[in-house]
């Protein structure tokens, strides 16, 4: 089993930045491909981005650019910098862990309770 917890969202005005946390314990952390994913309000829930335990990443063509996801195995912890923050990123943030890369959340096993992000144009 791995715990997660998401920290670090909130409200911020279009154009800022947030960076969100990802505290796992449990099982080692290392071994996991991490993932982010967001839900808004009415919609699936969508791949945001990953990074594997070799630090191998991938991005939605949504936020590439923008968006920088990262790790520190020795923290148990997983983070998503967000820059150039725009309405659309508006949703409840989720990570995840998983065996691979993947990009689909149906492939993820461990998942967090999620942070909101808002942000107002």
């Known amino acids: 089993q791995v715990q997660l917890v998401e920290s670090g969202g909130g409200l911020v005005q279009a154009g800022g930045s947030l960076r969100l946390s990802c505290a796992a314990s449990?099982?080692?952390?290392?071994?996991?491909?991490m993932g982010w994913f967001r839900q808004a309000p009415g919609k699936e829930r969508e791949f945001v981005a990953a990074?594997?335990?070799?630090?191998?990443?991938k991005y939605a063509d949504s936020v590439k650019g923008r968006f920088t996801i990262s790790r520190d195995n020795t923290k148990n912890t997983l983070y998503l910098q967000m820059n150039s923050l725009k309405p659309e990123d508006t949703a409840v943030y989720y990570c995840?862990?998983?065996?691979?890369?993947?990009?689909?959340?149906?492939?993820?096993?461990?998942w967090g309770q999620g942070t909101q992000v808002t942000v107002s144009s």
């Open positions: 449990g099982r080692t952390f290392g071994n996991y491909a």
């Open positions: 990074i594997s335990w070799r630090d191998s990443t």
């Open positions: 995840a862990a998983g065996s691979l890369l993947f990009t689909t959340p149906t492939q993820y096993d461990y």
